[in-house]
């Protein structure tokens, strides 16, 4: 098992670009989220997904947009990249939503120039 | 207030000594409580996971919630060089999404 899977680790974008991060598991889990991570401000909630088909907002979801056609795969899309974006991007899954054990990818790090 | 306080850091200790770590949070729906490793430029890792009050140990690993207090405590014993991480306390209501702390730098010095 590969566990959760992210690309790319690292990416450096100008202000206005946008692009992909890619997150896949191979553990059958149903939720499937993201996460940012800056300095001081601990892990926060972007999306999350209970099922194919399923998405619905975190805690912080401007700019940010995402999809799940398949189990295996949630990935986020920025739509037009700002300064502000700048962040370690973790995507994490867990079996259910009633499952408490959280299982995190190993990061995007995003520059946004 | 922050749903989960956690204090920094950072904290650096010699190694073989015990090391305490804490959280404290406000929301009484609280019932699983977690802590997470994080290596420098890695993702979290799942360290130890607790149901609703008392301890749980797990090797040199010891969990503790105490939920009357809303405070929950990771202790390690004989701290190695290789615990050196970021340590992160999470929470959550059953079904509900997880709150995480800002996390506590360690540093074990040889």
């Given amino acids: ?113 | 207030q922050k749903e989960v306080e956690q204090d920094p850091g950072p904290l650096s200790v010699p190694e073989g000594a015990i090391v305490s770590l804490n959280c404290t949070y406000s929301n009484s729906a609280f019932q699983y409580f977690m802590w997470y490793r994080q290596y420098s430029r890695k993702g979290p890792e799942l360290l130890m996971y607790t149901y609703s009050s008392g301890n749980k140990e797990d090797g040199r690993f010891t969990a503790q919630v105490d939920k009357s207090s809303k405070y929950i405590s990771l202790f390690i014993r004989d701290s190695q060089p290789s615990d050196s991480a970021t340590y992160l306390c999470a929470m959550s209501a059953r079904g509900n999404q997880f709150y995480f702390g800002t996390g506590t730098s360690l540093t074990v010095i040889p």
């Avoid at chain 1, 401000?41 to 997904?49: D, F, P, T, V």
């Avoid at chain 1, 920025?78 to 991007?89: E, G, I, K, N, R």
């Fill in chain 1, 1 to 113: 098992n590969a566990g959760v899977t992210q690309t790319p680790k690292f990416q450096v974008l100008k202000t206005g670009q946008s692009m992909t991060l890619q997150c896949a598991q191979d553990m059958n889990h149903e939720y499937m989220s993201w996460y940012r991570q800056d300095p001081g401000m601990g892990l926060r909630l972007i999306h999350y997904s209970v099922g194919a088909g399923i998405t619905d907002q975190g805690e912080v979801p401007n700019g940010y947009n995402v999809s799940r056609s398949t189990t295996e795969d949630f990935p986020l899309r920025l739509l037009s990249a700002a300064p502000s974006q700048t962040s370690v991007y973790f995507c994490a899954s867990r079996k259910g939503l009633n499952n408490e054990k959280l299982f995190f990818g190993s990061g995007t790090q995003l520059s946004v120039l």
